[in-house]
């Protein structure tokens, strides 16, 4: 795997891009505040059999550097818009993991080429369900050690079921992961999660993007009912639930969030197909 970095207007991107040849529509995809392109490489792949895939982390995510929370959530989809005007994009499809969730909304309030989005365990901003634990997290992410992050931070996103697939090896090994990041990474974070923590998305019944809003019955920070709710507020979405399974679903129940993520895009690609045949 490939990774690029570029800088824009002194902003400093890093992605990675998987080509397909069979179609011009592009996916940007991008995803949780703790999550790096590396991290996520499998989606890529998967996402890149159907359209042209940019994997994005937007200046203050992934490994670029620490963006001040005071920089908002709409600048940082202008940030993002002027990604896909440096890579000379007229449309793109978004898929995004709960942090990039807030700014792919963002995107398509201010720019109507976004052809589809689609959703995986998030809604635009701190879910009402989760902000004791986000309270709470922001705390042990400056005053604890980075092992006591990683373990308040994973135990805030999952529960104990055994009927979750590989419920306790996904817990031990996303915290033993975050508990050896770089202390920079952990202050990206915090940085990332305060901008999000006061951010209020206004009336989303303006978006007239497809969107697709997956979420884990058992997640206990976006719950069934914040994400049913954010669903709701759109004009031109469905709401999709996995079973047994919580914030981790993408590592849970990998073929079916890529499956469910590519869903709306992959109808785009294909009606593209059957219009020129």
């Known amino acids: 795997m490939k990774t690029e970095k570029i800088v824009l207007n002194e902003n400093t991107y890093r992605f990675s891009f998987h080509p397909n040849e069979n179609t011009d529509q592009t996916v940007i995809f991008m995803f949780g505040a703790l999550q790096d392109i590396e991290s996520v490489e499998r989606y890529s792949k998967y996402f890149s059999n159907y359209l042209n895939c940019y994997s994005l982390e937007l200046p203050g995510t992934g490994q670029t550097s620490v963006l001040d929370s005071r920089f908002s959530i709409r600048e940082q989809s202008e940030m993002l818009l002027e990604f896909i005007k440096h890579k000379k994009l007229t449309s793109v499809h978004l898929i995004v993991f709960s942090y990039a969730t807030a700014v792919a909304v963002e995107l398509c309030k201010i720019w109507?080429?976004?052809?589809?989005?689609?959703?995986?365990?998030?809604?635009?901003?701190?879910?009402?369900?989760?902000?004791?634990?986000?309270?709470?997290?922001?705390?042990?992410?400056?005053?604890?050690?980075?092992?006591?992050?990683?373990?308040?931070?994973?135990?805030?996103?999952?529960?104990?079921?055994?009927?979750?697939?590989?419920?306790?090896?996904?817990?031990?090994?996303?915290?033993?992961?975050?508990?050896?990041?770089q202390r920079d990474r952990i202050e990206m974070f915090f940085e990332n999660t305060v901008r999000l923590f006061v951010y209020s998305p206004k009336d989303l019944s303006g978006i007239l993007t497809p969107t697709t809003v997956l979420v884990g019955e058992a997640d206990p920070y976006v719950t069934l009912e914040e994400a049913r709710r954010f669903s709701n507020s759109l004009p031109f979405s469905q709401f999709r639930t996995i079973k047994n399974a919580d914030h981790f679903i993408h590592l849970q129940h990998p073929e079916i969030v890529a499956e469910t993520m590519i869903e709306r895009a992959r109808a785009c690609v294909l009606s593209e197909h059957q219009m020129t045949a």
């Open 112 to 181: 109507p080429e976004v052809m589809s989005l689609s959703v995986c365990c998030g809604v635009p901003g701190v879910p009402v369900s989760g902000r004791p634990a986000t309270k709470n997290i922001l705390g042990a992410a400056l005053q604890q050690s980075t092992a006591e992050f990683a373990s308040m931070f994973t135990k805030s996103l999952t529960v104990v079921d055994p009927e979750i697939p590989r419920n306790t090896a996904i817990i031990k090994a996303t915290e033993k992961g975050i508990s050896k990041l």
